[in-house]
């Protein structure tokens, strides 16, 4: 310790024996929280008047009683809203998040850490930058990816084309329609007009047909336009289906595309073995997403963008105002991660990915994964014993459709009215190759088979033997 002089009177007024008391406080909400989630509602919102009612009101002058007023938040914003980490939220892309990861979070929020240059934040780069070649190694990228951290896929994805797009210059990106929407949209923003974006129907298991991608790809050189990238899935948002990886990789090297492979749902899974076999390829892309705020356990918000070809994502975002010169000058060589994204101040996401695999280590977070994939297959088993239903895409990295003979989408909507009235669970409707189906996505390792069960009978599904 130095001996600088040091005040702790907070001029905002809160005192460090009330930050204590508070924030053991909020450390048993927390835990209060993770203990009786498959007791509350998975899902739960409120009407904009009630809300406004207890949240509103004009802007507060003088403070007021903070327990009070953290009380408001757990008991009315935090109650109303959906929670990923509940055990049958099966909707969307479920957010399991876990102790660690909070952790990590919560440290990096306390010290209020930045990790944005070498000089301003070495100690939070390096941990982004170790925890990054953690999940380079799992994905069987080569030495020397280079990869950076965002707020989720959507802006993980549009960095990776936009550095794609400065490295290549411009071109065609062909994509196929299984792409999750926020990639068209991505590129729409990146300023790829019309015929620079490919959308390809997928075939019937829902993967980028390779055939027409190349018919599609020799279309457009005859026409004399330039193709530029291919957009691969690992792992569908709808279905999980998995693009042919191994194939599209071979086509993308041998027509000297940029294969991008958008694994922020489903690139986790090659931590395990079940996923490791449908993930081959994966290795072979120029660049990859991968959300650990998906199916790695982490609180909201993580993302982790690799890039297999060094010095591109400093080559489309190195920018260096007078303001900053110092800090750069004073950099050897070292990574400044404001120059791997569009954003500058970052919050050092890494830290929470970091403590989660040192605290529970890859074996165990890889059979947490194979859970996720277990537990679809066995609600696939289950729907196949009531001949009234079918299967409409098999169990795939932890998705599961299937539909009610004959029902329309408003007929399987009617049916969530049991599972959605008091929050049960929570799951959607959605609709595969222009088929009504109801899906579920099983990645919560603390959702049990009984979980499952329970929330198939709700939608009058017959599962016993
Ligand atoms: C495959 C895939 N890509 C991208 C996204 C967008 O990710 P985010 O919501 O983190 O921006 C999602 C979201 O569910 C997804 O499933």
């Given at each position: ?72 938040l ?24 876990s102790?660690?990861?909070v ?11 930045i990790d ?19 999940v ?51 590129l729409?923003?990146l ?11 997928a ?32 792992g ?27 694994g922020?749902y ?6 395990c ?12 892309a ?11 356990f ?35 060589g ?13 919050r050092?996401r890494?830290l929470?990915?970091?403590l ?17 994939i ?6 696939q ?11 409409v895409t ?26 959605d ?10 609709s595969?190759?222009?088929y ?30």
């Amino acid at each position: 310790m130095t001996d600088w002089p040091t005040d702790s009177a907070d001029p905002l007024g809160l005192d460090a024996a009330q930050m204590r008391e508070l924030g053991y406080w909020v450390v048993d909400r927390v835990i209060e929280h993770f203990e009786t989630i498959a007791a509350q509602p998975a899902i739960r919102t409120g009407t904009p008047a009630e809300l406004r009612a207890a949240l509103g009101g004009p802007v507060p002058r003088s403070g007021g009683d903070a327990l009070e007023a953290m009380r408001t938040l757990v008991d009315v914003a935090l109650a109303h809203m959906q929670h990923g980490d509940h055990p049958r939220n099966f909707a969307r892309v479920p957010s399991p998040s876990s102790y660690a990861g909070v952790l990590g979070d919560w440290l990096a929020t306390g010290f209020n850490a930045i990790d944005a240059s070498w000089t301003g934040g070495s100690g939070p780069a390096t941990v982004e930058l170790v925890a990054l070649d953690w999940v380079r190694e799992l994905l069987g990228l080569p030495e020397g990816t280079e990869g950076v951290t965002t707020s989720g896929g959507s802006l993980a994805n549009l960095t990776a084309l936009a550095a794609a797009r400065a490295a290549e210059g411009p071109g065609v990106c062909y994509l196929s329609d299984q792409t999750h929407a926020s990639i068209p949209r991505g590129l729409t923003a990146l300023g790829f007009v019309a015929d620079q974006v490919r959308v390809l129907p997928a075939d019937g298991d829902m993967r980028l047909p390779v055939a027409a991608l190349a018919a599609a790809v020799a279309d457009d050189r005859a026409a004399g336009r330039r193709p530029g990238f291919v957009v691969a899935n690992a792992g569908t948002t709808n279905t999980g289906a998995v693009d042919p990886l191994v194939e599209l990789a071979a086509l993308a090297r041998r027509e000297g595309l940029w294969l991008h492979v958008d694994g922020a749902y489903g690139a986790s899974a090659a931590l395990c073995e079940a996923g490791r076999r449908v993930l081959s390829g994966l290795e072979l892309a120029d660049s990859v997403v991968l959300d650990p705020h998906k199916w790695l356990f982490q609180p909201y918000d993580l993302a982790c963008l690799l890039v297999a070809r060094p010095g591109v994502l400093k080559g489309a975002f190195h920018m260096v105002p007078d303001y900053l010169a110092d800090i750069t000058a004073a950099n050897d060589g070292e990574v400044d991660f404001r120059d791997r994204s569009l954003e500058l101040t970052r919050r050092p996401r890494g830290l929470k990915l970091w403590l989660s695999f040192r605290v529970y280590g890859v074996d165990r977070l890889a059979s947490a994964v194979a859970r996720g994939i277990a537990l679809a297959e066995h609600a696939q088993r289950l729907i196949e014993r009531d001949e009234d239903w079918q299967v409409v895409t098999p169990a795939q990295l932890g998705i599961v459709t299937f539909a009610r003979h004959g029902a329309d989408r408003r007929e399987h909507h009617a049916m969530l009215a049991g599972i959605d009235e008091g929050g049960y669970a929570h799951i959607t409707t959605t609709s595969v190759g222009g088929y009504a189906a109801l899906r579920l996505c099983t990645i919560n390792p603390r959702t049990t088979e009984c979980d499952i069960a329970s929330t198939l009978e709700r939608l009058g599904i017959r599962v016993e033997a």
